[in-house]
C-alpha cells in the first residue's frame, strides 16, 4: 500500500453524524466537503432509494466501491463522508485507508434510532421493524467499522461543535504517532 492521501474520512452507521460533523469539519478546516451518497446520486442521476429500489443493493455497492477508486484517482485534502455500508465490503477498506485518516463515529443504537425516526431515505430502515434492523445491522458491521479505523470517537454525548473539536483532536493525534513512529 502506498501513502495515505490526506484526507479525513468519516466512517460510521446511519445517522452517526457523518454527513453533519463533516460539514461542520469542512467550515473549520476551510478545506472541501463530500459525500459519496451524494456522488453517487449524482453519478447515477437519481436517488440512493430508487437504486436501491429499480436495480438493487449490490448495484448501489458496486457505485460506492467505483466511487471510492475515484476519489483516490482526484481527490485529496478534503473531509470524506461515505455511507454507513461502505466499510463492509472487505475490497473497500484498503481504499478507505488509503485516502487519509479514517475516523469511526460510534454511536449506540439507541441514539441511531431516535435521530433516525420517520426516515424515508434510508432503504434499509423501510421494513416493519427499523429498530430491530438497526440492532442487528450494528452489530453484524461493528468489526468491519472497527477494522477499518484509524481513529474511533464515541460519539452519542456530543452535541454540535464538541464533536467537531473532538475530531479535528483526534485526527491531530493520529497525525503526530504517524509522523513519529
Ligand atoms: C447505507 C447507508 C446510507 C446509504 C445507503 C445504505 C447503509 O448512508 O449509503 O442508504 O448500508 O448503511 P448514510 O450512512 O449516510 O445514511
Redesign the pocket.
Known amino acids: 500500500m502506498g501513502m495515505k492521501k490526506h484526507n479525513i474520512v468519516l466512517i460510521?452507521?446511519?445517522?452517526?453524524g457523518?454527513?453533519s460533523n463533516g460539514i461542520a469539519l469542512s467550515y473549520k478546516k476551510k478545506i472541501p466537503f463530500v459525500?459519496?451518497?451524494h456522488l453517487?446520486e449524482q453519478a447515477e442521476k437519481r436517488p440512493?432509494?430508487e437504486i436501491?429500489a429499480t436495480d438493487g443493493?449490490e448495484c448501489?455497492r458496486k457505485a460506492?466501491t467505483a466511487c471510492l477508486t475515484r476519489l483516490l484517482e482526484n481527490t485529496d485534502k478534503t473531509i470524506i463522508?461515505?455511507?454507513?455500508?461502505?466499510p463492509?465490503r472487505a475490497e473497500n477498506r484498503p481504499l478507505l485507508k488509503q485516502l487519509g485518516c479514517v475516523v469511526y463515529l460510534r454511536v449506540k443504537p439507541e441514539t441511531v434510532i431516535k435521530r433516525?425516526k420517520g426516515d424515508t431515505?434510508?432503504?434499509?430502515?423501510q421494513g416493519d421493524n427499523p429498530e430491530e434492523t438497526v440492532r442487528r445491522?450494528m452489530e453484524a458491521?461493528e468489526e468491519a467499522y472497527a477494522d477499518s479505523a484509524d481513529v474511533i470517537l464515541d460519539m452519542d454525548d456530543y452535541r454540535n461543535r464538541d464533536g467537531v473539536e473532538a475530531i479535528v483532536k483526534a485526527v491531530k493525534d493520529f497525525e503526530n504517532r504517524e509522523e513519529k513512529p
Open positions: 460510521g452507521f446511519m445517522g452517526s457523518k454527513t459525500d459519496t451518497d453517487i440512493i432509494t436501491f443493493e448501489f460506492e463522508s461515505v455511507g454507513g455500508g461502505t463492509v433516525l431515505t434510508r432503504p434499509l430502515l445491522l458491521r
